[in-house]
């Protein structure tokens, strides 16, 4: 019996154009791969030919994001049968399917060189000369990231000598004073107190960060210590538009604090255009320097207040406003940009206070935030203007939840830090890519409905 080969009805070209090619295009078109493509290009004629699409390998890494493709060679597999994907990521049919190999030279590649950080803020810039991007907010927090590595295992630390008991002389106490001067001169930048942060240019403190996996630690909700060995992922995101403006990749057991003066800097010398005038950071961040930084910007700090070993402060109320001689808080009023003062007037108690006449109640109160960075804010701590600032630091935290749902940024499947870091930077353009193409969509789709 012969058998009969039925035609197709439409032919592979037909098939192809009716399939949906293009999901990614809108992601690609944000993302300028020149810089990316120059570092792991060859760089020679010499040599065997190379046989590598890299245009295409880059953009399979960022579809490999936006699809949650966890690991290396699923992509791989992804790619050797599924043919509509391997077009859309720009592979041609001619092309081989790299190797897991490939990809793994080709990431080793990237991380010897800051190339992501260009990427990221030639794609920043590009929206906010858009107009996407015109935030007075910025907010700042941590996540932590576990590792893929392998924790080492834990050191039995030799016990002390026994200290000498007893007063040191004059001499002995010199003498310690001066090599304790001389240990905490010597140490590295990020074990430093957060002030010797001040004065370090931006390229130093972001090239200095240690990146290595720790050990970190943390609370929870419910006021429990959570353990992790990996990393932090450090992020200074718009309140507004929701763009990460800065991020940082941190070893998990540096403190929070140490990297939010380099995410600020990174804003000012960075980010000129933008016009910040608030930053709004949690109680994790309330040191001294960080106000400082702030203040250097001519913005202002919402930064909640975390009481160290302080005593309550006499004639002046939780949010240190004055009180009156019946210690009812005065009310803040306004504050003077020019002189940088804040004033008080009167709390509402006086209206019917036998004392309202008396010369020992102001009827005004002025300080200068100048005097306390740290207590004294503009809008003033307590008030409703200060509340409303700070409740704009939940943006932040909800970006850190996108990245973590949906971009895969608490899946690390690199070991050590370098590479490591590779996918938190992609992880970062490829949100930001995604934020910017959804923009350019909503006004093609706003311009096509005035049209019609």
């Known amino acids: 019996m012969s058998i009969i080969r039925q035609e197709s009805l439409f032919d592979l070209q037909d098939l192809f154009d009716l399939e949906p090619t293009q999901r990614f295009e809108a992601i690609f078109s944000a993302i300028n791969i020149e810089p990316i493509l120059t570092v792991v290009s060859k760089k020679s004629r010499f040599g065997p030919p190379v046989k590598l699409n890299y245009a295409a390998m880059i953009y399979s890494l960022i579809a490999r994001i936006t699809e949650r493709i966890p690991y290396i060679n699923d992509l791989v597999d992804r790619l050797k049968f599924d043919f509509i994907f391997r077009l859309e990521c720009g592979f041609l049919v001619s092309d081989d399917v790299p190797s897991e190999a490939s990809y793994s030279r080709m990431i080793t590649q990237i991380s010897e060189s800051n190339v992501l950080e260009c990427v990221q803020e030639n794609l920043l810039l590009q929206a906010i000369s858009e107009g996407f991007v ?14 893929r590595d392998q924790a080492p295992a834990k050191k039995e630390k030799p016990e002390p000598e026994p200290k000498k008991r007893g007063r040191k002389s004059k001499e002995e106490r010199e003498k310690w004073l001066q090599e304790k001067a001389e240990k905490e001169a010597n140490l590295p930048l990020y074990e430093k107190s957060i002030e010797a942060q001040l004065d370090v240019s931006l390229d130093d403190l972001r090239t200095l960060i240690p990146i ?3 050990w970190g630690i943390k609370k929870n909700s419910e006021g429990k210590n959570v353990y992790w060995f990996g990393y932090k992922g450090h992020l200074a995101v718009g309140t507004k538009s929701q763009y990460i403006l800065q991020s940082l990749f941190s070893s998990g057991n540096l403190n929070d604090g140490k990297v939010a003066i380099p995410l600020l800097k990174g804003i000012q010398e960075r980010l000129p255009s933008l ?15 960080i106000y400082e930084q702030i203040y250097r910007m001519n913005a202002q700090s919402a930064i909640a207040y975390n009481k160290k070993n302080e005593s309550d402060p006499i004639g002046y109320d939780k949010h240190f406003a004055p009180t009156c001689v019946r210690e009812h808080s005065y009310r803040y009023d306004s504050f003077d940009a020019k002189y940088e003062t804040l004033k008080y007037t009167r709390p509402k108690e006086c209206s019917y206070c036998p004392l309202a ?21 503009a809008p003033a701590r307590g008030s409703q203007k200060w509340k409303h600032i700070y409740k704009q630091r939940t943006a932040v935290e909800r970006v850190i939840a996108y990245l973590k749902e949906y971009f895969q940024l608490n899946q690390v499947r690199y070991r050590t830090g370098k590479r490591a870091k590779v996918h938190f930077d992609l992880v970062h353009l490829v949100y930001n890519a995604s934020k910017l193409a959804c923009d350019r969509l909503s006004v093609q789709e706003k311009l096509q409905y005035q049209a019609g």
């Open 134 to 147: 015109s935030d007075d907010t910025v907010a700042i927090d941590a996540t932590h990231i576990e590792a």
């Open 212 to 214: 290595d996996p720790k």
């Open 275 to 289: 016009a910040i005038r608030f930053g709004t950071l949690d109680a994790g961040y309330d040191y001294v320097p």
């Open 357 to 377: 006449k008396d010369s020992l109640c102001q009827k005004v109160y002025k300080v200068k935030i100048t005097t306390d960075l740290r207590r004294y804010t």
